[in-house]
């Protein structure tokens, strides 16, 4: 680091002014600096600031906080004292760093205010430990700010405690409404809460469901694995990720399609045109939004196009940055989005 002599000085002196200077100056070596640290100078700084943090001036604090705010090379130390400060120190990074964990954003759930709550609850793609902490704040604001994030992840049961706390708040039910992954017990509580634009979303969504149904058991009925069992309307395919794979991996691309297409919530032509694209990316959202290993992606490639679809380097960053950005439930709502305009 620079000026090294001159920060050992400033490191002998306690007093708070000392100090403060000290913290200004190490921050800056780390603001200024980046590309030229190592993992053993970024640990260091870790180490160090930590026990600065106190003594930092606010428009250092913020410098970090939007500077390691979007950095994958952030050190852990700075970045939960970032995110535990104040919310115009802290927003940045419980907002957007791509390597704060869970731990530390629940945490921060379950001792800040509504700012700070509603900021991570608006996090792309947050799991389900994390939205069951907002959700228990039972804190109608900051589930209104969770039911506009539809790359999060909810749990039956949250589902159910969410749509109680925003029951009177029009467009947070409407958010939940137009969720694909709403559980179907809750259908028709959400439904009599809904407005009308919701309330045909949701009729609209149990058309196309009966109809994959319909298509779907016109399979024949000898071969177990390629039937999709009956279910009531919301419910999503009988078949197991393993089931769904095993139609692929067996070349029976029929049956894959159109089991495929009622887990996803299309239908299995439109499904079908998605993949004749040949867009490799296609294939990267449909494996992922049927809830299966991104190994899969490069076999079902294979086996619908006459393309040679081995995974490049580019095609693997591709495929690796996408399920980095997208849940699931995020990519369904993607594939639908597409095949809605077809």
């Not at 100090?19 to 190490?26: G, H, I, N, Y």
């Not at 209104?144 to 947070?172: G, M, R, W, Y």
Request: proline residues 4%; charged residues 20%; glycine residues 2%.
């Amino acid at each position: 680091m620079d000026n090294s002599q001159s920060l050992i000085q400033l490191a002998k002196d306690p007093s708070h002014d000392a100090r403060a200077e000290l913290a200004s100056k190490t921050a800056n070596q780390l603001l200024n600096r980046t590309d030229e640290f190592s993992d053993n100078e970024l640990k260091l700084f870790d180490d160090v600031f930590k026990h600065l943090y106190q003594f930092a001036p606010i428009k250092i604090k913020q410098e970090l906080s939007s500077t390691l705010a979007l950095a994958d090379w952030a050190p852990q130390n700075i970045l939960k004292e970032l995110a535990n400060d104040d919310f115009d120190v802290a927003g940045p990074v419980i907002s957007f760093s791509p390597v704060i964990d869970d731990e530390t954003l629940v945490q921060i759930i379950n001792s800040k205010g509504e700012k700070h709550q509603s900021c991570i609850a608006g996090r792309s793609n947050i799991g389900e430990e994390i939205t069951s902490a907002l959700i228990a704040t039972n804190t109608a604001g900051v589930v209104s700010a969770l039911s506009n994030n539809k790359t999060a992840s909810i749990s039956a049961a949250d589902f159910q405690h969410a749509i109680e706390i925003v029951k009177n708040n029009p467009n947070a039910i409407d958010n939940f409404a137009a969720r694909t992954d709403l559980p179907a017990d809750l259908v028709a509580k959400v439904f009599d809460l809904a407005s009308p634009k919701a309330k045909a979303i949701l009729h609209s969504r149990r058309e196309k469901i009966d109809n994959a149904q319909k298509t779907a058991t016109n399979v024949s009925s000898d071969k177990k694995v390629e039937t999709v069992e009956s279910h009531s309307p919301g419910q999503t395919s009988g078949l197991s990720a393993s089931q769904i794979l095993a139609l692929l991996v067996s070349n029976n691309k029929s049956a894959f399609i159109k089991n495929a297409a009622l887990i996803i919530g299309v239908d299995a032509d439109k499904l079908m045109n998605l993949i004749s694209t040949d867009l490799f990316q296609n294939y990267g959202f449909i494996i992922r939004a049927l809830g299966l290993e991104r190994n899969a992606v490069a076999p079902m490639a294979s086996i619908f196009s006459s393309r040679n679809h081995e995974i490049s380097p580019e095609n693997e960053k591709t495929i690796a940055l996408m399920w980095m950005k997208y849940v699931p439930a995020s990519a369904k709502i993607h594939i639908q989005t597409i095949t809605a305009n077809m």
